[in-house]
Each structure stands twice: as C-alpha cells, then as structure tokens.
C-alpha cells in the first residue's frame, strides 16, 4: 500500500479475523511555493502533518501526529503497545475520518485498566506522542526474548535501508516485510505493530531497523513486539541501552555502510565474513 511517496509494504494477510478497516491514507506531501537562495520560485513539496484524536468506544484517549500513511494500523498498535489492548479480536472496527481528523476504535469489551493508566503516564524522549502509559516500565520485567535467535554480519549490511522496517532474519540475507514512515519513528513502530497482529506475524526471528535514535521507548516497544534484533544508523541512549541489556536484546547502532556498533545482546551476532 502507497500513499503519495510514504509507505507500509505488507505481505499477504493471513490472518482467520481482521476488523472492519477505513482504507483513509493520506498524501505524504504537499507542493507549495518557497523562494531560493537566487530569488527564484520554486515549487517545493513538503511532508504533510495532520493530528489524528484517537477515541475508543467514543472516549477519547490522545491526538497523535502523523503523515498519515497508515492511520488504521497507527491506531491498534498504539493500544497494543500502551497494553490497553490484549488481543486484535478485542478490536472490532477502526475508523478513520479526516474532515474531523479524528479516528474511532469499537471494541468488544472495552479497554482493561483505562482509568488507571490514563491517570498515571511516563513522559518520555519520543516526538508526536511522547506518553507511556502506567506501568508499562515495570511490565518490561515480563519480558523474554528468544534466546537462540541468531544475528550475522551479512544479513546485517543486508537490512541497512532508509526508513523503519520490519524484516527477516536469514543468513547473509534480509527480506524487509514492512515499511513505514510517519511523523516519529514511534508512530512507524505501533503502526508495524499493529500490522504484526493483523497478520499474526511472531518478532521472534524478525530484525527491526530505524534511522531514528534508539530511546527506551523504542527499546521497549521493540521488546513488547518480541523482536530480539534492535538496529539504527542513529545512536542511542543511556536508558535504551540499560532497558536492552535487562531484557537481551541485541541492539546495534551508528550503522550505515559497512560500519557499525554493537552495544548490546553481543552473544546473539555472529561476525562472519
């Protein structure tokens, strides 16, 4: 699927149960006119940036920004990832009107522990949402990463791409199965979420890969996902780093090219030719 320049890329769904989906991607860019450096005017594209207020069950939760590219799958990953949701059956439609930029999540039995998590949130280091509901830094403790998963240099230089993707992890090789980009990298990672579950995709031998720094918050939600292999052509920080080695993940960073650095999870790479 591809709107106007931004894009998630999906393999074929196969999942038995998808809820009712607006199809509502917006244009990734819009033309307007700007003057350069010579005084001459130039028709310049821009990246579009809409707020989107998410309302579950008519009660509205928060107003994320984004691009726009996938705002269905942006909207079920965000309440997997904040734990409001525990299954994509609970979901029964979503929703997505642009005239009021707003976008309206039906359930079946509402979301567990609203009250408590809307009242006590962690301000985090992320752009455009920035918010970690309740005791989501505690649940990271839950956390267990596959211990046999392997990472090699090959399929490593294989993966490094512009954007945040989810891809596979064969030897010497990566396919990437989803692309997305969107105003923060944590609105690519939930929208990537959300479509794990719609296609009932495991992390468990999957890499993930961003251009963005590698925050806790990344750190976590990569975790949430099950996903072992956290990679940047960012750096990282203090917190992300200490979360990745509680939990084992193997989270590389400052890689473009042939070059890299690997922090964390160092047991899991193989540095083969």
Known sequence: MRAGGASIELIAPNSPYRPVLSDAARPATFGVSAIDETGAKRETPIAGEHPLTLYVDKREILTLMTLGAAPEALAIGYLRNQRLLDRIEEVVSVQVDWETNAVAVHTRN???NLEAKLGKRTTTSG???GTVFGDLMEEIDTVRLPADARLT???LYALLVH???????REGSSHILYFVEDVG???????IAGQMWLDRIDGGDKIFYTTGRLTSEMVIKAAQMGI???VS??????MGYDIAQKVGMTMIGRATGKHFLLFTGTERFRADV
């Open 110 to 112: 509402g979301l567990r």
């Open 127 to 129: 752009c455009g949402q």
């Open 153 to 155: 240099r090959g399929t």
């Open 163 to 169: 954007g945040c993707a989810l891809a596979t992890n």
């Open 185 to 191: 990298r944590h609105n690519a990672v939930d929208a």
């Open 228 to 230: 072992p292999f956290l």
């Open 233 to 238: 052509r960012s750096g990282l920080t203090q």
